[in-house]
T-cell receptor, first 111, second 115 residues
Framework: GEDVEQSLFLSVREGDSSVINCTYT??????LYWYKQEPGAGLQLLTY?????DMKQDQRLTVLLNKKDKHLSLRIADTQTGDSAIYFC???????????FGSGTRLSIRP | GAGVSQSPSNKVTEKGKDVELRCDPI?????LYWYRQSLGQGLEFLIY????????KSGLPSDRFSAERTGGSVSTLTIQRTQQEDSAVYLC?????????????FGAGTRLSVL
């Protein structure tokens, strides 16, 4: 079945690292995505990883993929107040055009 | 335009009325998607267009919902006889449809409130 799960909330101190976790169900997923949604805005693609990769790094963002456990994580280094948003994990199957989204993790930053 | 444009940004309507939501995709993008985001929820897929045809409309919740796309560009999502449970943010996305990445670019959404 199609299911992407994330925890709903995460609170971190400014300057610390944030790790947002996601699990998915379909082992045939080809691409996995992280989107960011700021208040009142649409979704912005942050990064994506192809299923034959284990890790992808892009500036402060690190994506880790564990295919065996169907687990995806997004690490944000040196978290800033501007990182406050909802982060959505999403997967796409090889044969499908639609992307399945998780419910989103609301990241809040405390001073 | 530079990005996906949706109008109106906010729509308040009375229960039982029909509403039309518009999406202008990125120029040249052949694929267009509609999603619904209810309060505190993730994105629920509604329908996907490739050109003017809709190969996947499996997410439309009832026959009150319909969508069309003309000229391979603008799309309209119509909700007839709106109900309070239709209140949500309706998001549109477009993609070039080329390549396996299928990166979707989102508009800011239309917030629909049914009173």
């Amino acid at each position: 079945g199609e299911d992407v799960e994330q925890s709903l909330f995460l609170s971190v101190r400014e300057g610390d690292s944030s790790v947002i976790n996601c699990t998915y169900t379909d082992s045939s997923s080809t691409y996995l995505y992280w989107y960011k949604q700021e208040p009142g805005a649409g979704l912005q693609l942050l990064t994506y990883i192809f299923s034959n990769m284990d890790m992808k790094q892009d500036q402060r963002l690190t994506v880790l993929l564990n295919k065996k456990d169907k687990h995806l994580s997004l690490r944000i280094a040196d978290t800033q107040t501007g990182d406050s948003a909802i982060y959505f994990c999403a997967e796409r199957y090889s044969s499908a055009s639609k992307i399945i989204f998780g419910s989103g993790t609301r990241l809040s930053i405390r001073p | 335009g530079a990005g996906v444009s949706q109008s109106p940004s906010n729509k308040v309507t009375e229960k039982g009325k029909d509403v039309e939501l518009r999406c202008d995709p990125i120029s040249g993008h052949t694929a267009l998607y509609w999603y619904r985001q209810s309060l505190g929820q993730g994105l629920e897929f509604l329908i996907y267009f490739q050109g003017n045809s809709a190969p996947d409309k499996s997410g439309l919740p009832s026959d009150r919902f319909s969508a069309e796309r003309t000229g391979g560009s603008v799309s309209t999502l119509t909700i007839q006889r709106t109900q309070q449970e239709d209140s949500a943010v309706y998001l549109c996305a477009s993609s070039s449809g080329a390549g396996a990445k299928n990166i979707q670019y989102f508009g800011a959404g239309t917030r629909l409130s049914v009173l």
